[in-house]
């Protein structure tokens, strides 16, 4: 079964930085979108960051000038860049693929960021 290895996060001040990472080894068929998602306790999950095999982005209003998306797609690999990490960010951090044509969903098993004050 296809897996999305995941690796980053951790604890970090307000102000600091953490740099996320997703490999997705295995996947059969093309990786149209990889991305983020998040969730708070006692939150939606909500989407992060996503970028599309040909360059498009998406980005949640809350994070657009503080965090970057960015994927290799050669090696089925996506990254996110987080600075002036706040409180509010503190979530568990889930990588997210879609493939296509078999409009197939990956997700990571997810990693806590905690953002103290």
């Known amino acids: 079964q296809e897996q999305l290895v995941e690796a980053g996060g951790g604890l970090v001040q307000a102000g600091g930085s953490l740099r996320l990472s997703c490999q997705a080894p295995?996947?059969?068929?093309?990786?149209?979108?990889m991305g983020w998602y998040r969730q708070a306790p006692g939150k939606q999950r909500e989407l992060v960051a996503t970028?599309?095999?040909?360059?498009?982005?998406k980005y949640d209003d809350s994070v657009k000038v503080r965090f970057t998306v960015s994927r290799d797609n050669a090696r089925n690999t996506v990254s996110l860049e987080m600075t002036s990490l706040k409180p509010g960010d503190t979530a568990v951090y889930s990588c997210?693929?879609?493939?296509?044509?078999?409009?197939?969903?990956?997700w990571g098993q997810g990693t806590q960021v905690t953002v103290s004050s």
């Open positions: 997210y693929v879609y493939v296509v044509p078999s409009e197939l969903t990956y």
């Open positions: 295995g996947i059969i068929g093309v990786i149209s979108v």
């Open positions: 970028r599309s095999r040909v360059g498009s982005e």
